[in-house]
């Protein structure tokens, strides 16, 4: 666990150093802000029309954020060669496979918590309210979406060759749940055999991304969600992460790293 962590330490210091987190966070702020300064026509309702693109744009920066940042470590290391001095330490390729999902998976947590502070300030000098346990909700089931997708990533690493395609492919079936995942077993009604078998096995395996997207509830200021629903989904996640990174640890130890 010891490697693990020290391993994560290196990931996350190297992922604020590429500066990608800042350009997201900075696009966000623009975007919003400059969206904030036009009035339409005095619509009181423009402030929520202002959440609801922040926060489509902190959902798609953490998205572009966890998928990049997993998908080129184990690539990385193996591109240039580290793989074999860090694999002659004492550490396990599980531990590798442990450590680089913690800290993506950390880095991410950090860089959501700097989003939703910009989030919370924006909509607290607009509405003059301060929901923080909405937010604390709502920041911690954004951080375990992520975690099952950084997960997933760094397993599809070791199944795809290079990682703009896997970023590619992840990017679409992250975005493809979000949209389509709660519809799929409508869908399979009106299917005909085995189609509708097979959409029913795809309903009932893929990991339901869209059940930790809250941002409705924020946006018109819903009550909170009940804390036992809420405590669910985490071990709903985890069970997730858990699978990915077994099947990532798998693929792994059978990997040859010479080629």
Not at 72 to 89: D, M, N, V
Not at 116 to 129: A, D, I, K, N, P
Not at 165 to 185: D, E, M
Request: proline share 3%.
């Amino acid at each position: 666990m010891n490697n693990a962590l020290a391993l994560a330490g290196v990931v996350v210091r190297e992922m604020y150093r590429r500066k990608d987190f800042y350009v997201l966070l900075i696009l966000t702020v623009i975007i919003t802000l400059a969206m904030g300064t036009v009035n339409f026509f005095n619509e009181d309702k423009i402030v929520r029309y202002l959440k609801e693109l922040c926060l489509l744009l902190i959902w798609i920066s953490s998205l572009v954020m966890a998928i990049t940042a997993a998908a080129r470590q184990l690539p990385a290391e193996r591109e240039s060669r580290t793989i074999f001095p860090l694999l002659a330490k004492p550490i396990s390729r599980g531990e590798v496979i442990f450590g680089k999902f913690l800290g993506c998976w950390f880095a991410c947590g950090m860089g959501l918590l700097v989003f939703y502070l910009f989030f919370s300030v924006l909509s607290g000098v607009r509405e003059q309210s301060w929901p923080l346990l909405n937010y604390f909700q709502a920041v911690w089931l954004h951080w375990m979406m992520l975690g099952m997708v950084t997960a997933m990533v760094i397993c599809g690493s070791l199944v795809f060759a290079a990682p703009s395609s896997n970023a590619t492919i992840s990017f679409v079936v992250c975005v493809g749940i979000l949209l389509f995942g709660r519809h799929l077993n409508k869908i399979a009604l009106g299917m005909t055999e085995p189609a509708s078998t097979i959409l029913y096995t795809v309903y009932y395996n893929i990991p339901h991304l869209e059940i930790f997207d809250v941002r409705d509830l924020i946006i018109h200021n819903q009550p909170l969600i009940d804390w036992g629903w809420w405590a669910l989904a985490t071990p709903y996640a985890a069970v997730y992460i858990a699978i990915f990174l077994v099947a990532a640890w798998w693929l792994f130890k059978r990997k040859s790293l010479s080629a």
